[in-house]
């Protein structure tokens, strides 16, 4: 298959390409079914459950209480538990581009697939543009990379725009690249592709030194679904607003049981966590 005018196919041995290899999933309809709303089993397969504690691997139920008077036993809660991805397990899954590379596992919050669950099953013609923003540290960028995967293994094609200067454009094809500033904008087939496609976007203040100014071209504008995550500048946030009509998402802070595994996960106090989370999350 020919790639979009401008574009270039990475190279096989390339980590995005290498990645679409391992999680993308040609979609039995055009666009993805409905059952794209909920997590793909492909991308299920490498989340694992990890409570901290002993004992029952998968987190979930430890014990189960049974009352003499019940027809069913009642189940007493474990401990807390983070569904995650290990990335020394799963190294394909490392996008350097999103994650630092530092960074052992993915989290996969909760807030997550709330997301995704949620922009999938909004009317395209309502509005599907988001900007996702919350404190230093909150995953935003850690959500980028898992709403790539979500989308990988859905078989829904996207434009990926993790830097300022750069755009990847994942198909059932494979994967292709371009300069932003040398995008054929105006190519029908483009057009075509963009209006099929979700566009995620995480270019934030720190990426580089024309991120803090930088600002979505008009060209993704007929794109499906377009999701951008950033930390919540007012004037950027006004200006998506206004010229996307864009829904803003504010992401929950971590909540106490999060910190209290990810304390045993990473074998550090919670104050560390929490810095840990501002310079490695997004």
Not at 63 to 79: A, L
Not at 197 to 216: C, F, M, N, T
């Amino acid at each position: 298959m020919n790639s979009l005018p401008g574009f270039q196919f990475l190279g096989e041995n390339t980590d995005y390409a290498q990645l679409h290899r391992l999680l993308w999933r040609t979609p039995t309809s055009s666009p993805p079914a409905a059952s794209a709303a909920r997590e793909p089993p492909t991308l299920a397969e490498y989340i694992d459950v990890w409570t901290g504690g002993e004992g029952n691997a998968e987190g979930g139920v430890d014990v189960i209480d049974v009352d003499k008077n019940d027809s069913e036993p009642t189940p007493r809660p474990g401990p807390p538990q983070l569904r995650i991805i290990d990335l020394n397990k799963h190294p394909k899954l490392r996008v350097h581009s999103l994650l630092d590379p530092r960074l052992p596992t993915v989290v996969v919050r909760g807030e997550y697939v709330e997301f995704m669950t949620h922009a999938f099953q909004v009317e395209k013609d309502d509005r599907r543009r988001f900007f996702l923003t919350g404190q230093p540290g909150i995953g935003k960028s850690v959500g980028a990379c898992y709403f790539l995967f979500w989308l990988l293994a859905s078989g829904q094609s996207v434009f990926l725009m993790p830097e300022t200067d750069v755009v990847y454009y994942f198909s059932e094809a494979g994967v292709q690249h371009v300069s932003d500033g040398h995008t054929h904008r105006n190519s029908l087939t483009v057009r075509a592709a963009i209006k099929s496609s979700w566009v995620l976007i995480d270019v934030d203040i720190g990426g580089s030194p024309a991120a803090a100014d930088w600002y979505p071209r008009e060209w993704i504008k007929p794109c499906a679904t377009l999701v951008w995550t950033s930390s919540p500048r007012q004037e950027r946030l006004r200006r998506f607003r206004t010229r996307f009509r864009a829904r803003v998402w504010y992401m929950s802070p971590w909540t106490l049981e999060e910190i209290a595994v990810l304390t045993k996960l990473e074998k550090k106090d919670p104050a560390e966590i929490q810095a840990s989370q501002y310079r490695r999350n997004g």
